[in-house]
């Protein structure tokens, strides 16, 4: 519950604020672009939404937030209840945004697929009991897959609640000593006829992605759009091997897909010729800095 006493000065007068406690997590940027944005080491409210749709997206934020820092003069309780149930909210096809981000993997976000042979959870957000109850009528979680070792949340309990089996790399594996499958070595392993995981090491030792019917890649933090320079990114710090990173990049070239859908950043859809030339363009940047180091 965000603390009015701690309201930012660096928000717009008006009902919505962030309060000193955000962790610039980058979800509320987001899910609402035009009325939030990063002022130094905060996110705070530029614009005071001002039609139906932008408070809707301002309400979803305040959910999503992890940390509570999100709150309201004088809060809506209808548009509350309604932004609640948004979530997940509908990417496209059965895929959705879980919502609801998790400090524990500071704010990553989590993915819900819908499919025949077994519903899959990627990466975990908060365990709560809406998100709980509406996987419940969705047919459960038979899969959960773990992109690395920081964005594993609360997948223990979203596996004991609904039996479903933990997919974790043997190198980031020390975070989920139980799981119920661990993935070795770095060549890709096929999960039915249309999921494929691909280990992408270099963020950390054990990052994977998960290329669902060839038109959504999860990537974590492997991968994301960048917003503000329109073009996909990768990590430029906090990175096991930087080489190895660059390589990960490389070998998605071989994988054809549409939509990035990562844990840290935004997700974009583009025609999968556009995204392989951003790929192209990423891996080039990246090759030069190695060069030029
Ligand atoms: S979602 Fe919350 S913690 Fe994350 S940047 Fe926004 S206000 Fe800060």
Redo the contacts with the bound molecule.
């Keep these: 519950m965000a603390d009015r006493n701690k309201r930012l000065d660096s928000n717009v007068a008006g009902n919505f604020f962030?309060d000193a406690t955000?962790?610039?997590?980058?979800?509320?940027?987001q899910l609402a672009p035009l009325s939030?944005e990063e002022v130094g080491d905060?996110?705070a409210i530029s614009r005071q939404p001002d039609s139906d749709s932008r408070i809707h997206q301002a309400y979803q934020?305040l959910l999503?937030?992890?940390?509570g820092?999100?709150g309201t003069e004088h809060s809506d309780k209808s548009r509350l209840q309604t932004a609640m149930a948004s979530f997940p909210l509908q990417i496209e096809n059965g895929v959705s945004y879980c919502g609801f981000n998790s400090e524990k993997s500071f704010?990553a976000n989590g993915f819900f697929i819908e499919h025949q042979d077994g519903n899959w959870l990627i990466d975990s957000p908060r365990y709560i009991k809406h998100l709980v109850e509406v996987f419940e009528r969705r047919g459960g979680i038979a899969h959960i897959f773990l992109t690395h070792k920081d964005d594993v949340a609360d997948a223990d309990k979203y596996a004991a609640h609904f039996g479903a089996k933990r997919i974790i790399h043997q190198a980031d594996s020390d975070v989920a000593p139980t799981a119920e499958r661990v993935i070795g070595g770095e060549e890709p392993v096929r999960v039915g006829a249309e999921f494929q995981i691909i280990p992408v090491p270099g963020h950390t030792a054990g990052s994977m992605a998960l290329l669902y019917r060839e038109r959504f890649l999860f990537t974590g933090d492997h991968l994301w759009w960048d917003p503000h320079s329109k073009s996909l990114e990768a990590p430029t710090r906090l990175i096991w091997r930087r080489w190895t990173l660059i390589e990960s990049i490389r070998k998605l070239l071989d994988y054809r897909f549409e939509w990035v859908l990562a844990g840290h950043g935004d997700r974009v859809h583009l025609a999968s010729t556009e995204m392989r030339a951003q790929l192209q363009a990423l891996v080039e940047r990246r090759e030069k800095g190695r060069v030029l180091r």
């Design positions: 962030v955000c962790i610039n997590c980058d979800t509320c940027r939030f905060y996110s934020a999503a937030c992890p940390v820092s999100i704010g």
